[in-house]
């Protein structure tokens, strides 16, 4: 009697959970206009790597000239310029999805469900 009465609570709270009640609002402030400047890189998986401009000798910035397309640069050198998409809280760009945040002057990419780096830009 017992195991079923857990049963049935552990049925009615699996099957009370709502996706939308935990998933974040969609992105919906301003980013077009705007220049960042990569500051650090982190690969958490399969062992932790950090590195920086400092370390790898070059400087990385995106600039999203308007509200679809962006500049790439490294080493001050315009690499590609390609569109983008900001969908929800992730943003594709040239074709490479990346988790999307921003917080104050800081804008954060996450490509961590492919085992890929989080890249941490600040504003200019």
Do not use: R
């Not at 077009?32 to 400092?54: A, C, F």
């Amino acid at each position: 009697m017992f195991k079923t009465l857990v049963l049935m609570l552990l049925c009615i709270t699996i099957s009370s959970c709502n996706k939308k009640d935990i998933t974040e609002p969609p992105f919906t402030g301003q980013i077009t206009l705007s220049k960042w400047e990569w500051i650090k890189s982190e690969i958490i998986w399969p062992n932790y790597d950090l590195t920086t401009p400092q370390s790898v000798g070059y400087s990385h910035q995106l600039e999203f000239i308007n509200d679809s397309q962006i500049k790439i640069f490294y080493a001050d050198t315009l690499q590609n310029f390609c569109e983008y998409v900001i969908e929800n809280n992730s943003i594709i760009i040239c074709n490479s999805s990346y988790g999307f945040e921003m917080k104050s002057d800081t804008l954060i990419l996450s490509q961590v469900y492919v085992d890929g780096p989080i890249k941490y830009y600040k504003k200019l």
